[in-house]
């Protein structure tokens, strides 16, 4: 990606970020996080990546709210970036953190029995080794 299409990003990110906080009036968007743009190399099209704090119905609700106002907020970045296209918006939910958060609570739940082991106990293949062999001897 060039560095011209990551600053594109980056810019819309922040005017869409502003423009939500502040003058999107749909009542059905919650707190929503703008997490990335990107944007294809014509300009053409831009995925919105977003995180929308609350449960599904929450989550859907926002994402059908930007989804309706796309328009509104595509002529407030004509307006407000010099760009020969404005891009055609699409919202995606962004699933990385609910991924991450997935994985901790598992890393969490299997504290306890991991601690018991030692790396050195084990081959990479996962096969446990005796304490003898380890050492050499």
């Not at 926002?62 to 328009?71: I, K, N, Q, R, V």
């Amino acid at each position: 990606m060039g560095r011209r299409l990551l600053k594109v990003n980056e810019t819309l990110k922040e005017v869409l970020s502003g423009a939500i906080r502040s003058e999107v009036k749909d009542p059905r968007i919650g707190f929503v996080t703008i997490t990335g743009v990107e944007t294809t190399a014509d300009l053409r099209h831009a995925k919105v990546f977003v995180t929308v704090l609350g449960n599904k119905r929450t989550r859907a609700q926002s994402l059908a709210g930007l989804t309706s106002s796309h328009g509104f907020l595509q002529a407030l970045i004509s307006t407000k970036l010099r760009m020969k296209r404005t891009p055609q918006l699409e919202f995606v939910y962004d699933e990385t953190t609910d991924r991450a958060m997935r994985m901790e609570k598992l890393l969490l739940r299997y504290e306890g029995d991991l601690s018991e082991f030692t790396v050195d106990q084990y081959e990479p293949d996962g096969e446990e080794v005796e304490d003898d062999e380890v050492d050499g001897s």
